[in-house]
């Protein structure tokens, strides 16, 4: 009969530890571990695609949206806000006048009355800011314009930010009141100048009236003049081909 010998226990710790370190060879790779690629077919769930849909009702961070007539310009009872919700600083009507020469004067031009660069190249000719309508429209409908389009104006929701929409909003409302101010609403001494220079040619001569609210014209004639023709394609670079 054979006796084993009895395995001492340094032996066999010894033992442990080499297979323990051969098995460490045998290991799974993260790479290697069971997931999906994007886009994989899955059979776990019913509609067989592996990337599942958002819940309704996800918000993803700091995209909380709760203060509605800002992020909107419409008011809880879904009425368009009458006044811009943020303070208006002369740093947002700075922002604002930036945001509008950048972003609306190639079709709006700088003095709002719609003959902005584009238009003279053929797009689409917008209405003039200054026109009783548009005065009369509450600042949540400028916002909304912007943020959603009008029409054949496209949305700038994409392009500019919310708070300098709402500055573009304030530079609007400045450059109408620059065209429609009563004079006494100028301070005294602006309302000297105003009243030495006199009338421009073609105004009413009573500095009292609001310009464009009589019959004395068009709502949306400011003074602005026609557009010149601008040359047909091609035309301007005759002659050096
Ligand atoms: C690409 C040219 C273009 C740009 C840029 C543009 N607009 Fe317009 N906008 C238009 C046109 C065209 C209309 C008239 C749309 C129509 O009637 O189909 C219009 C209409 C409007 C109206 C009048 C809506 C009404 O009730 O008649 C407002 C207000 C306005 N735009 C504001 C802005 C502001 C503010 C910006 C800049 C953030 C801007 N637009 C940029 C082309 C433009």
Redesign the pocket.
């Known amino acids: 009969m054979v006796r084993l010998r009895p395995v001492a226990p340094r032996a066999l710790a010894l033992a442990v530890a080499v297979t323990a370190l051969g098995l460490g060879g045998c290991r799974l790779d993260m790479q290697d571990q069971p997931k999906y690629e994007p886009y994989e077919a899955s059979k776990f769930f019913p509609d067989g695609t592996s990337a599942r849909p958002i819940p309704p009702g996800t918000v993803a961070r700091s995209e909380l949206h709760e203060d509605q007539p800002y992020y909107t310009g419409f008011d809880a009872d879904d009425q368009l806000v009458r006044t811009i919700p943020i303070p208006v600083t002369r740093q947002v009507l700075e922002r604002g006048r930036f ?2 020469n950048a ?2 004067s ?3 031009d700088r003095a709002g009355t719609g003959l902005g660069m ?1 238009v003279r190249r053929g ?5 003039t ?1 200054h026109q009783d309508r ?1 005065r009369q429209e509450p600042d949540g409908y ?1 916002f909304d ?2 943020t959603n389009g ?5 949305s ?1 929701a994409a392009q ?1 930010p919310v708070e300098d929409r709402w500055a ?1 909003v304030a530079y ?1 409302r400045a450059l109408q009141l620059s065209q429609h101010a009563r004079l006494a609403q100028l301070p005294a001494e602006d309302r000297e100048k105003a009243e030495e220079a006199g009338p421009l040619p073609g105004e009413s001569t009573d500095l009292t009236q609001l310009p464009g609210s009589g019959a004395e014209g068009p709502a949306d004639a400011v003074g602005h003049p026609a557009a010149p023709p601008y040359p047909e394609a091609g035309e301007a670079s005759e002659g050096e081909h």
Do not use: E, R, S
Request: glycine share 4%; with cysteine; aromatic share 26%.
């Open positions: 945001t509008y972003f609306c190639p079709c709006h584009i797009f689409k000719q917008p209405p800011y548009l400028f314009v912007i009008f029409g054949q104006m496209p700038y500019i573009a609007v």
